[in-house]
Nanobody, 121 residues
């Protein structure tokens, strides 16, 4: 059974930092591309960053500059370091795993339930 469990969210003041984690189990870590998304109340889910099975990190415009995606292959854990947080970063942050076979998306993907980040003074 595949499980993605996010943690590390909470209340932080503007300008602060948080590191989110996504612990994965029940899948073959190395054949997945991993991503962080967020969804604010009443808004669509948006991509922040993703890291390929080969380890290449890529950032969408929403995640560029202040966010850093990384992973720990030994512990099947994905991270998102977030710095200089702003009130508009308040959202539920979710991790996503997409399975790739022969460098192609197989159509199989998984989502965690998310962790809430609130940026407020």
């Amino acid at each position: 059974q595949v499980q993605l469990v996010e943690s590390g969210g909470g209340l932080v003041q503007p300008g602060g930092s948080l590191r989110l984690s996504c612990a994965a189990s029940g899948l073959i870590w190395s054949i997945y591309s991993w991503a962080w998304y967020r969804q604010a109340p009443g808004q669509q889910r948006e991509l922040l960053a993703y890291i390929t099975s080969g380890g290449n990190a890529n950032y969408a415009s929403a995640g560029k500059g202040r966010f850093t995606i990384s992973r720990d292959n030994a512990n099947n854990t994905l991270y998102l370091q977030m710095n200089s947080l702003k009130p508009e970063d308040t959202a539920v942050y979710l991790c996503n795993a997409e399975e790739y076979t022969n460098s192609r998306f197989s159509g199989k993907e998984y989502w965690g339930k998310g962790t809430l980040v609130t940026v407020s003074s």
